[in-house]
């Protein structure tokens, strides 16, 4: 059973922004620490950003400055604000806890960022 289902992706023109939510299982979204991975192709599944149960967040070096994770708890949602996108953000997103991925993947949200 999948407990995690992501959205909002799409195509956006470099210096663009979106906003991916994750809807996750109200279980899932109250005991763990959530995540947010992505994958480009040919690329291995790679950490994008966390919060934990409390609302401390982490990100990676590529993306800091730039996007910005939070929970939503009225609809167990983990979101993920992008600005400044780059080509370099292309990939399939993806969300699941942190830091082990303890549930199956979800289809992930495809983000394409091109002119």
């Known amino acids: 059973q999948v407990e995690v289902a992501e959205s909002g992706g799409g195509l956006v023109q470099p210096g663009g922004s979106l906003r991916l939510p994750c809807a996750a299982s109200?279980?899932?979204?109250?005991?763990?620490?959530m995540g947010w991975y992505r994958q480009a192709p040919g690329k291995q599944r790679e950490f994008v950003a966390h919060?934990?149960?409390?609302?401390?967040?982490d990100y990676a070096d590529s993306v800091k400055g730039r996007f910005t994770i939070s929970r939503d708890k009225d609809r167990n949602s983990v979101n993920l604000q992008m600005e400044s996108l780059k080509p370099e953000d292309t990939a399939n997103y993806y969300c699941?806890?942190?830091?082990?991925?303890?549930?199956?993947w979800g289809q992930g949200t495809q983000v394409t960022v091109s002119s």
């Open positions: 699941n806890t942190w830091p082990g991925a303890i549930t199956s």
């Open positions: 109200g279980s899932l979204f109250r005991l763990y620490d």
């Open positions: 919060i934990s149960i409390n609302g401390i967040t």
